[in-house]
């Protein structure tokens, strides 16, 4: 059977904005950047993607194209051996992404229920008490996060079951351009509110005495959180390039260019806003359903801006979800060799199942502790703190000391255009990269705390 390929290079390039563009973009980002310092914090972040974010990427897709599976069975091909410790980097990436969809899924049915209070005017004229309340009490009853969680998980085992042209490819070039048009159109709103340009100034200008190391390792985390490096979706999409034939590195570089420039974006939608109405920017987790719910309460058409910033949620949260389902279904269909459309909604049961304990995690099963933690914090932590910086991890060594960097530099420069990768990059690949990964690790695995 001939595998799946892209219609476009602005297809491939939409849908791995797609899956790199999501929650932490515009909400992980901006509470991050609330906690630490704002534009110090930004300008640490955009430095990050740059050195860091653009060569690993460019590997992780390298290594797709250079395999034309999957990151199972794909790393199987390229280490000759079912038994090589580098099968991790493909073990690794697929875990987390199954742990990372099971709560994603709910986190955008909650984005969903919120869509839907706000449009029907719910939440109008609320206290941030009365916000608070809500939102514990809408995340610990059970039916209708379930529902919209449903919802969510029939709609990307639907586009996925279309194939990848027809499906996520086609989702990507509309989804993806109008997330940026509704973007420009908030921050351009949120600009004109008396008072703005105070936050404006925070967020753009840096206070560098807000530089710590404790800043900067969380600027590493997002970065590669946002990025999605070692998360099993960039390998897939790949290994759906022509081989030798697509640029490797310039589509790498142009997905982190829109997707740093969707988090840029972000700030400039809520940090004004915020400043212009006497709300803190470092409210951190709650910035989203909270903070940013009682300041639609209290401006002008504030229904209007909340419906557009939670219907910008949906879209950025959805072409997420949609990449990693296709990321995983592909790995099943690689593996199994079964048709797509079955195993899309064979995938799509298995994630409902799934979400399911840890939807009830936040409410009747509240009380049900592993390591001290629910099973939401669980997924999330041992996701995002252990299996996706030791992925990249080894991500890094094995482009570094076993594909090696000339051969790395020569296969992925084939078919690169203007951005390609020069002998300046060895330092990074082979030095600096792998110790910043590793402190990630490290700092998620709490060593040194």
């Given amino acids: 059977m001939a595998r799946d390929s892209w219609a476009s290079r602005f297809g491939f390039v939409m849908a791995t904005a797609g899956f790199a563009v999501g929650l932490g973009n515009i909400w992980r980002f901006p509470y991050l950047a609330g906690m630490n310092g704002g534009g110090a914090f930004l300008l640490v972040y955009v430095a990050i993607a740059v050195v860091i974010g653009i060569p690993l990427l460019t590997a992780e897709i390298g290594l797709g194209r250079r395999a034309q599976l999957s990151p199972l069975a794909g790393m199987v091909r390229l280490t000759g051996s079912r038994t090589s410790p580098w099968n991790a980097i493909g073990v690794l990436g697929v875990t987390a992404a199954v742990l990372i969809q099971c709560y994603y899924v709910m986190l955008i049915g909650w984005i969903a229920g919120y869509f839907v209070m706000i449009v029907s005017g719910r939440l109008a004229g609320a206290s941030p008490e009365s916000l608070a309340a809500t939102f514990a009490r809408f995340t610990s009853t059970p039916a209708p996060v379930v529902g919209y969680t449903l919802l969510v998980v029939l709609s990307m085992a639907l586009v996925v079951a279309r194939g990848l042209r027809g499906g996520l490819e086609r989702l990507s070039s509309l989804a993806m351009p109008l997330l940026f048009v509704l973007l420009i159109a908030l921050a351009v709103r949120s600009l004109t509110f008396p008072g703005a340009l105070e936050g404006l100034r925070w967020y753009l200008a840096p206070d560098l005495s807000a530089l710590s190391p404790g800043m900067v390792l969380a600027a590493l985390g997002q970065a590669f959180y946002s990025i999605g490096i070692g998360m ?33 974006l972000a700030g400039l939608v809520i940090f004004p806003a915020l400043f212009a109405f006497g709300l803190e920017p470092d409210a951190g987790p709650g910035l989203l359903f909270m903070t940013m719910t ?80 629910d099973l939401f914090g669980l997924a999330d932590t041992v996701s995002g703190n252990v299996l996706l910086p030791a992925g990249a991890f080894l991500l890094s060594l094995y482009t570094a000391f076993v594909w090696g960097f000339e051969r790395f530099r020569e296969e992925t420069n084939a078919g690169a255009g203007a951005v390609r990768i020069g002998r300046f990059w060895k330092p990074f690949v082979v030095g600096l990269i792998p110790v910043a990964v590793a402190i990630v690790w490290l700092a998620g695995l709490g060593v040194g705390s």
């Fill in 294 to 373: 009682s300041l639609f309460a209290e401006m002008p058409a504030g229904r209007l801006f909340g419906a557009a910033f939670f219907l910008l949620l949906i879209l950025a949260a959805m072409t997420s979800a949609a990449a990693l389902h296709e990321a995983l279904t592909v790995t099943v269909t690689d593996a199994t060799g079964t048709r797509r459309r079955p195993t899309s909604w064979a995938v799509a049961a298995a994630t409902f199942a799934l979400s399911v304990p840890i939807i009830l995690s936040q409410g009747p099963w509240s009380d049900l502790r592993v390591l001290g933690m």
């Fill in 232 to 264: 099993a979706a960039a390998f897939c999409f790949g290994s759906y390039l022509q081989s030798h034939s697509s640029d490797v590195p310039g589509n790498a570089a142009l997905v982190v260019v829109f997707d740093t420039a969707v988090a840029f």
